[in-house]
């Protein structure tokens, strides 16, 4: 079990090859991806996928072309047009036989186009600060600003302001429940945070640095990664990518290595633009009426005649809904020439040292990414790249804003020289996990929103516990489940007194903080946790996700007032949802099943348990405590031999629920095994389990 795919071409043939074997392996993935992102899932869903359909048209790209494709590289439309070139001959060579997916769902698979592999809907999914600014307007007008402050800080600090000349109250979640079902997962009708880190030759036991990365993403069936090896003239890189892309996202060449999580720069406003009473086709502008831009559009819906959708925009962008006062508006980094996700990386794939790599850096726009860094020359490095706007007049990006006014206009992008990034640093190593990344003393203003520290402190801890690494102490640290906050909780526990379940708190205040699937102290740990804020804050936050160090904060400040009573729910909660006693440990309830889109249940693989929790760097969160979020990737990069680097992938490289590839990582993957990313052509050749042949003359036949 390995890569699935060490392809070896001409320069020509390269992307046919990957299109081909991409098609071979995924054909109803990548089919979905680009009915998700064209917006055509009515046509095979029927009129409940028509809203998502019209945003998915919404934010399709519609400026030069020339530059869209310069912007990833300069041979990037060569390369994407024989990667679908290679996808369109794969299913021409069908011959009209559907494979199993599409003959459960009653449809063929479509030919592709190059605009298709640009499409911007997965862009949306990883910058979606919209509905951070939604969500934050509508907590503003419930809990005021200094009761908001404490449950959601900014991040650094600073004091929650409404924009001038917008009403709040004009804040619905209706705004964006389009744009939400545009992101969401897609279900046919019957029965988707990340680590890395980097050390230098000083801290390996190799002489050469080490790398490690685990981008968490939703963990799907198929995977949302699909692994390869490309070789031809000016290429040798493997890793890891988006099957319906061309190239690969993560992983080396012959002179580099790279990984990456996300930053979460801001690269989305909501604006609110004012309608004109006496004619809804018009918006105000500084005190003056222009019209709204309006394209028509055509959408096939299953089951009924074509429907016609009304896409409109203003100079800010999109308008994702409207009604008789306001239309709500994306403003987004996505509408500018580069914005389809992870493309940018044709141009990494080929710098051969920092210099090259941050050259390439300047053109990655979306999604913000901690790209971590090393080579063969023993050199580590980091820049958090993509789009960064800058904002006018002290704009946070914190709320919707008013469109009329001009006052929260984007005057910029700031130059990627401005972007926080090191190079050897004295330290050693390099670590991120979605944290707040900004310097001490940094004045630039990229986001005031970031995921919880405690990845990232818990890995920092690991890397300065010991001297020398190897491959083998990165799998344990990436397969760690200590978790940062129950060590504080704990030691909230030891300075309580409580009054009843004396057991039940020793046992957790004695527990060894690790989130292992055969835990009841992780169990109880993690239930408890979750009854908190209602406890301390009171049932208008009951049920919300809430960063553990705010919960913490509040407890401190008065733990008597709220452990008991959170408790009490706690229990209440295992014992229904647990009806044995017996039973009542972590890995019980927290379990990843991976179900098939189809909804069919002989397509879905049964669910196992899972250690971990959306705290530890063994990352597994998701509602309701299962998984649904996580590691599907993971890759060790050795620098000082290119095949000795392991990876693990899941559950299986294929999505032909009929291979024998479709689960067979699964087990492997759970169990914190991982397998060899063979690079040179020796290593290759002893991995060889099958070889195809692709015959131009007979591939173009078809």
């Not at 479509?110 to 298709?116: F, R, S, T």
Request: aromatic letters at 10%.
């Amino acid at each position: 079990m390995g890569c699935s795919a060490h392809l070896r071409a001409n320069s020509d043939d390269l992307f046919f090859a990957q299109g081909w074997i991409t098609a071979k392996d995924r054909l109803f993935q990548i089919d979905l991806w680009r009915r998700i992102g064209g917006g055509h899932l009515a046509e095979v869903l029927g009129p409940s996928a028509v809203a998502r359909d019209r945003v998915a048209r919404l934010v399709r790209f519609r400026g030069d072309w020339d530059k869209e494709w310069e912007s990833y590289s300069p041979d990037a439309k060569t390369i994407v047009v024989a990667f679908v070139n290679g996808i369109n001959a794969y299913i021409r060579s069908l011959d009209g036989k559907r494979p199993l997916e599409f003959q459960i769902a009653g449809y063929d698979p479509g030919l592709w186009a190059p605009e298709d592999v640009v499409s911007r809907v997965a862009g949306l999914l990883m910058t979606r600060n919209a509905q951070s600014e939604v969500n934050r307007a509508l907590d503003f007008t419930r809990f005021g600003d200094e009761e908001l402050e404490r449950l959601q800080p900014p991040d650094p600090f600073i004091k929650l302001v409404p924009p001038k000349g917008l009403d709040l109250t004009s804040i619905t979640r209706d705004i964006l429940k389009d744009y939400d079902a545009a992101i969401g997962p897609v279900q046919f009708p019957g029965e988707q945070g990340s680590n890395n880190w980097v050390v230098d030759s000083s801290m390996t036991t190799t002489g050469m640095p080490l790398l490690a990365n685990d981008p968490h993403r939703p963990i799907q069936l198929p995977s949302l990664r699909k692994t390869v090896h490309l070789v031809a003239p000016g290429w040798n890189v493997i890793g890891a990518g988006e099957p319906a892309l061309p190239g690969v996202a993560l992983g080396h060449n012959q002179d580099i290595a790279f990984g990456f999580t996300i930053v979460g720069i801001d690269q989305q406003d909501l604006f609110v633009e004012r309608i004109n009473p006496a004619n809804l086709h018009e918006y105000m502008v500084k005190g003056k009426w222009m019209p709204f831009v309006v394209d028509h559009d055509s959408v096939a819906v299953k089951g009924e005649a074509p429907r016609e959708v009304e896409l409109e925009f203003t100079l800010h962008g999109p308008v994702l809904s409207k009604n008789k006062d306001y239309a709500y508006v994306l403003k987004w980094v996505g509408a500018d020439p580069g914005g389809a996700g992870y493309l940018p990386a044709l141009r990494l794939l080929r710098a051969r040292n920092w210099r090259e790599f941050k050259a390439g850096v300047q053109y990655y726009n979306v999604p913000s990414e901690n790209l971590a860094y090393a080579d063969r020359a023993g050199n580590i490095g980091w820049i958090a790249a993509g789009l960064a706007p800058i904002r006018s007049h002290g704009h946070t990006g914190l709320f919707p804003v008013p469109g009329d006014t001009g006052d929260y206009e984007w005057t910029g992008y700031l130059p990627v020289e401005k972007h926080p990034q090191s190079f050897n640093p004295a330290q050693h190593y390099i670590a991120t996990a979605n944290h707040n990344i900004m310097p001490e003393g940094y004045k630039e203003q990229l986001s005031y929103e970031w995921a919880s520290p405690e990845r990232f402190h818990r890995i920092e801890q690991m890397l300065k516990d010991k001297q020398k690494f190897s491959i083998e102490d990165f799998e344990k640290m990436q397969q760690d489940v200590l978790s940062l906050p129950a060590v504080r909780f704990q030691k909230i526990l030891a300075q309580w007194k409580p009054v009843r379940h004396e057991g039940t708190v020793k046992l957790v205040r004695d527990w060894d903080a690790r989130v292992t699937a055969d835990s009841r102290a992780a169990l109880i740990f993690e239930y408890w946790l979750t009854e908190l804020p209602a406890a301390l804050w009171g049932p208008e936050v009951e049920g919300r996700p809430m960063p553990p160090d705010v919960v913490l904060d509040a407890l401190e400040r008065d733990p008597a007032k709220a452990l008991g009573p959170a408790l009490d729910v706690a229990l209440g909660a295992i014992e229904k949802a647990i009806p044995k006693p017996e039973d009542r440990v972590w890995g019980t309830i927290h379990r990843l099943k991976l179900r098939h889109p189809l909804n069919r249940a002989r397509l879905d693989l049964p669910a196992i348990a899972r250690a971990g929790d959306s705290t530890t760097v063994n990352a597994a969160s998701g509602p309701n405590h299962t998984q649904t979020n996580g590691p599907s990737y993971r890759q060790i990069i050795d620098l000082s031999d290119w095949d000795n680097s392991v990876m693990t992938n899941t559950p299986g490289e294929s999505g032909d629920p009929e291979s024998k590839h479709y689960s067979d990582l699964l087990a492997n993957w759970a169990s914190g095994a991982y397998h060899p990313m063979p690079f040179s052509r020796a290593a290759v050749e002893a991995a060889t389990e099958e070889r195809i042949v692709l015959e131009p003359w007979k591939v173009s036949k078809h």
